[in-house]
């Protein structure tokens, strides 16, 4: 004779339980519903909105004769304009000692084709600069200004050439190697 099995009783998951022990939501009309006070929404949510400062306004150059040079250095590039005027040199519409951050060797390397070529207080310098970072952006502004000298006097080029100011800093970086950490560097190597 065959013996039937006994039922035995459901096994009960936790999420049935869980679902046994969540209501569902009750159904609003419209009609029914409140207006909430903006002041309540506004005191509810200490999270400030983000700003975006990285965006960099494009500074309105003056208007009168102006002479252009481009300049590049390892990712940075720079547009430069020269204008007659008094010696005035900014960054993105900032002061260029502020923009270097005071940086004494990077303000020397952006003068140093206005020095060779004896112009520093005849122009106004605007430059916008982009990409990398600012010892790149203060290479890219010396090589777009000594470009636009040339613009304004090709005399110049003999000066500007004989200190290596024309020309474009090829030195880039490394790249990364596959077994390696950088683009030389190693890992720590222990023999036992």
């Known amino acids: 004779m065959i ?18 022990k969540v209501k569902k939501p009750e159904t609003v009309k419209p009609a029914e519903a409140q207006p909430l006070a903006e002041e309540t929404v506004v005191a509810a949510s200490p999270v400030q ?8 306004k494009k500074e309105k150059l003056p208007l009168g004769p102006k002479y252009y040079g481009t300049g590049r250095r390892k990712e940075a590039v720079a547009k430069v304009w020269l204008k007659p005027g008094s010696g005035k040199i900014s960054f993105n519409g ?30 106004d310098v605007f430059a916008e ?9 203060a290479g890219a502004v010396s090589l777009g200004i000594a470009r636009a000298l040339l ?7 003999i000066k500007l050439k004989r200190v290596g ?14 077994g390696l950490k950088r683009a030389r560097k190693a890992f720590q190597y222990t023999k036992r």
């Open 3 to 20: 013996e039937k099995k006994k039922a035995s009783p459901k096994k009960v998951t936790k999420t049935a339980v869980v679902k046994k």
């Open 49 to 56: 909105p983000r700003v975006h400062h990285h965006k960099v």
């Open 94 to 123: 900032r002061d260029y000692s502020e923009y270097l951050n005071g940086r004494q060797l990077l303000e020397f390397q952006v003068k140093r084709p206005l020095v060779v070529t004896n112009t520093l207080n005849a122009y």
């Open 129 to 137: 600069v982009f990409g990398g970072g600012v010892p790149g952006q």
């Open 151 to 157: 613009v304004i006097n090709p005399d110049f080029r």
């Open 165 to 178: 100011l024309l020309r474009r800093d090829p030195r880039m970086k490394e790249r990364k190697k596959y």
